[in-house]
């Protein structure tokens, strides 16, 4: 069965950074694939957070994390990488990385992880 793993979650201060990992575990390559991640708060919606094409040069963002999180990939690795600078306590949520074959359409998702928790303490 294909998924995706997350990996990099933890406890941060506020103001600290994290970097989350996305690999594959299965009979697919990420490098085929446009990368979503999102996030999910206890009791909230799950929130866009971030999306890069297979070639990882183009990328778009929620407007939350703009000009904080930094999302790429190293399609030598097959693996994708959220880097979270300045980190707040409303950035606390599980994360989760998905793979889509559309990357105007990122929420169209194929394969998804299992999340990996992130808690920034203020």
């Known amino acids: 069965q294909v998924q995706l793993v997350e990996s990099g979650g933890g406890l941060v201060q506020a103001g600290g950074s994290l970097r989350l990992s996305c690999a594959a575990s299965?009979?697919?390559?990420?490098?085929?694939?446009?990368i979503g991640w999102f996030r999910q708060a206890p009791g909230k919606e799950r929130e866009f957070v971030a999306a890069?094409?297979?070639?990882?040069?183009?990328?778009y963002y929620g407007d939350s994390v703009k000009g904080r999180f930094t999302v790429s990939r190293d399609n030598a690795k097959d693996t994708a990488y959220l880097q979270m600078n300045s980190l707040n306590a409303e950035d606390t949520a599980v994360y989760y990385c998905?793979?889509?074959?559309?990357?105007?359409?990122?929420?169209?998702?194929?394969?998804w992880g299992r999340g990996t928790q992130v808690t920034v303490s203020s």
């Open positions: 998905g793979a889509s074959g559309y990357y105007t359409d990122i929420s169209n998702i194929s394969y």
């Open positions: 890069i094409n297979r070639n990882g040069d183009r990328t």
């Open positions: 299965g009979r697919i390559f990420l490098s085929d694939y446009a």
